[in-house]
């Protein structure tokens, strides 16, 4: 596609629940960001590949938090034993090379109840 | 203190008004980005700069390196300008500090 693509658009899950949040970046595009923002906030970080190498997972807030790019592609974002401060909306960015500009996706808003 | 400051927090206009959106940071940058966040979620990136000023359409985004400030500006605002405005500055390692958006209202 065009654009960023991520999926599911929402997610209602109950505490303690796994879940696997996906981001479809733009083709060819090396570098892939996850963001999580609360509502109300801006985004904050939670971690960067280039292609698929995790170069920096400092934002990850716990060891709940988990992403992968196998492929240097399709990313994942899995959290685990899900809890309410875990409900926000997550966004995933793509970009060429860090010189250009970044295309987001329209994010996954994970609600935990 | 975050790394990124914005103002307004939030700004209401009368349609046609020109529009001034602060943003302050104290990281050294590579880039700064000024974000278009709609209700429904989705962000639009809308200027990348590093320096000077950039202009698209309506929009104009400009940059002083020295002072650390950036501002957004929208000539003859319009209701569907209604939205989060975001400022985002990145390093040359790619991370990203985002500023807690200003949002913005404008009555028709």
């Known amino acids: 596609g065009a654009g960023v693509s991520q999926s599911p658009r929402y997610k209602v899950a109950k505490r303690g629940q796994d879940v696997a949040l996906r981001c479809d970046p733009i083709?060819?595009?090396?570098?892939l960001f996850w963001y999580q923002q609360a509502l109300g906030q801006g985004p904050e970080f939670l971690t960067y590949?280039?292609?698929?190498?995790?170069?920096?997972k400092s934002g990850l807030p716990s060891d709940r938090f988990f992403a992968e790019r196998p492929e240097g592609s399709v990313s994942t974002l899995k959290i685990q034993r899900t809890q309410q401060e875990d409900s926000a909306v997550y966004l995933c960015?793509?970009?060429?090379?860090?010189?250009?500009?970044?295309?987001f996706g329209s994010g996954t808003r994970l609600t935990v109840v | 203190k975050n790394e990124v400051e914005q103002s307004p927090q939030n700004l209401t206009a009368q349609e046609g008004e020109f529009i001034t959106i602060n943003c302050s940071y104290s990281v050294g940058i590579s880039a700064l980005h000024w974000l278009q966040q709609h209700p429904g979620g989705g962000i639009v990136s809308l200027f990348m700069l590093s320096s000077g000023k950039k202009k698209h359409g309506r929009l104009i985004a400009t940059i002083n390196i020295q002072e650390k400030h950036s501002s957004l500006h929208i000539t003859a605002s319009h209701p569907r300008d209604s939205a989060v405005y975001i400022c985002?500055?990145?390093?040359?390692?790619?991370?990203?500090?985002f500023g807690t958006g200003t949002s913005l209202t404008v009555i028709p």
């Open positions: 960015a793509s970009s060429f090379t860090g010189s250009y500009g970044y295309t």
């Open positions: 083709s060819g595009h090396v570098s």
């Open positions: 985002a500055a990145s390093n040359t390692g790619n991370q990203f500090y």
């Open positions: 590949f280039q292609n698929e190498a995790q170069l920096d």
